[in-house]
T-cell receptor, first 113, second 114 residues
Framework: GNSVTQMEGPVTLSEEAFLTINCTYT??????LFWYVQYPGEGLQLLLK?????DKGSNKGFEATYRKETTSFHLEKGSVQVSDSAVYFC????????????FGKGTRLSVIA | DTAVSQTPKYLVTQMGNDKSIKCEQN?????MYWYKQDSKKFLKIMFS???????INETVPNRFSPKSPDKAHLNLHINSLELGDSAVYFC?????????????FGPGTRLLVL
């Protein structure tokens, strides 16, 4: 079946540090890949997505590249801010009809000033 | 305007009670979902409806019954609530395009069963 594995948290960084959250997936066919973010007490918001190999999704300084050869979609940001503190979810949607998102377990990021 | 809204935002109730959570989307999407997020933040699909028709029903107890009166609404009714039902329930919607669509989530309903 389809699955997503992302690095265990929590991750604690100082402001302006470089962020990487690893995400790998297992899927049949050609899934679309997503990063969602959940700020404290809120619902999930789409952060970025990529729908085919070598696509790069980017938003708010975050980037992730769809790597089919390594089945990965790692999230990166060059300089994190305190306001980036949240839980980050990697997810995939299989390209076959109407499928729900399959989520990783989430990675909590805390950025300290 | 809120794209996907849920009511109530918080729900505290006793074991054995029956409760409902409502979800509405104003995005014109044809597909809606219910996800459950447990205490460890793990998210899992419960149900999915496309054009009011149930298309995904994961291994969820029969006490949970989704109802979709129209494409814009997907409600979740829970009978005989149990302690283990305590979680955050998220509604989401998307427009069916074969897997590339973005799902938009509601703010969540925090259910606590005492």
């Amino acid at each position: 079946g389809n699955s997503v594995t992302q690095m265990e948290g929590p991750v604690t960084l100082s402001e302006e540090a470089f962020l990487t959250i690893n995400c790998t997936y297992t899927a049949t066919g050609y899934p679309s890949l997503f990063w969602y973010v959940q700020y404290p007490g809120e619902g999930l918001q789409l952060l970025l997505k990529a729908t085919k190999a070598d696509d790069k999704g980017s938003n708010k300084g975050f980037e992730a590249t769809y790597r089919k050869e390594t089945t990965s979609f790692h999230l990166e940001k060059g300089s994190v801010q305190v306001s980036d503190s949240a839980v980050y979810f990697c997810a995939l949607s299989a390209y076959s009809g109407n499928t729900p998102l399959v989520f990783g377990k989430g990675t909590r990021l805390s950025v300290i000033a | 305007d809120t794209a996907v809204s849920q009511t109530p935002k918080y729900l505290v109730t006793q074991m054995g009670n029956d409760k409902s959570i409502k979800c509405e989307q104003n995005l014109g999407h044809d597909t809606m979902y219910w996800y459950k997020q447990d205490s460890k933040k793990f998210l899992k699909i419960m149900f999915s409806y496309n054009n009011k028709e149930l298309i995904i029903n994961e291994t969820v107890p029969n006490r949970f019954s989704p109802k979709s009166p129209d494409k814009a609404h997907l409600n979740l009714h829970i009978n005989s609530l149990e302690l283990g039902d305590s979680a955050v329930y998220f509604c989401a919607s998307s427009q069916r395009t074969g897997g590339q669509e973005t799902q938009y989530f509601g703010p969540g309903t925090r259910l606590l069963v005492l």
